[in-house]
């Protein structure tokens, strides 16, 4: 017990020298070290997962936990280590600690975000297969732009020339529809007959079908190369949907996109959210507020005592080598 309240104390950057001529301060140091210490395992936990989501690897996932983990417990400490207790002015403790509890925020936050993951992974899962669907849909509507304006041209152009056979078409019909009532006398002189107008009419019909003739011989072959290049558009167009890989879209960024809409969409998930962030500021940034908060002890007029002597002993140090250099130079001068 006795060694994990000295490992405690190293954890929260406290001189055990000193600690053990102040045992009232002993409780208050061994929380701040455990704050500090359950820090760096959450981030060590935290740092994993989001290391095992980019390498799919336990034993480098497990290295690089240890790392980070390592690097936020020795980040947390320096920042309580290097706080000092000053007498009176109690807000220019808060002011001076600013800098720190920003650090600490800003590493609350980057813990947080792959523990949020895990917590919320059900959540992520799904909406991950929705957005891959998104995106999958978004890459076929991007190659169909590319082909439509192709498509619509060509469409356009093969309806014109429909458009004109069938209106030469409706016309010979017309023509030879008079022709006939003129003959079977329903129609025109209203005489039944196959005479000079129904001759003509019949001439004009005939004239009529040869043009349309005419147009279907110089039209059909433009109609059906143009079908050929419908056709062939359309298999391209295929060809490069069936070429889109649709690799699993669950990475870390993919995930992260995904709890951002998650949050959007969902208020309980947001609040959530929010809680979690808050807590892990909190926990960041509890041994900070408890060195801010507690009141001046004996812990901190001894550490004041001994850095004043160690700056008063380096001064006299500094002096005594001076007087030296000078009275050698004295010496030699004269």
Known sequence: MKSIKHF?????????????????????????????????????????????????????????????????????????????????????????????????????????KPLELRIFSKEIDRKLVILEEQIYQKEIAEIDRRYVALQSEINSQMEGFKSEIATKAAQRDRLYEEARKEADGTGGSMQRNAGPIYQ??????????????????????????????????AQARQTEINAIKRNPWNGLAAQLEALKVLTAENRGIAIANYFIIALFIMLECAPILVKLIAPRGPYDNLLEIREHFYKNHNLEQISAMDHSTYEKLKYFTH
Do not use: H
């Open 8 to 112: 405690f104390w190293f954890c929260s950057g406290a001189n055990r020298s000193l600690l053990n001529r102040c045992p009232t301060e002993a409780s208050k140091f061994t929380g701040i070290g455990a704050a500090v210490f359950f820090t760096g395992v959450l981030a060590a936990l935290s740092g994993g997962y989001a290391f095992y989501t980019v390498f799919e690897n336990p034993w480098w996932s497990a290295a690089f936990a240890l790392l980070w983990g390592a690097i936020i417990f020795n980040l947390d400490r320096f920042i309580v280590a290097t706080m000092r207790k000053k007498k009176g002015k109690k807000w220019l403790e808060f002011v001076q600690a600013s800098p720190r509890i920003l650090l600490a925020v800003l590493l609350a936050i980057v813990i947080t």
């Open 200 to 233: 003509l009419k019949k001439a004009d019909a005939d004239k009529a079908q040869t043009e349309l003739e005419e147009l279907s011989a110089r039209y059909v072959p433009l109609i059906a190369a143009k079908q050929a290049n419908l056709d062939s558009l």
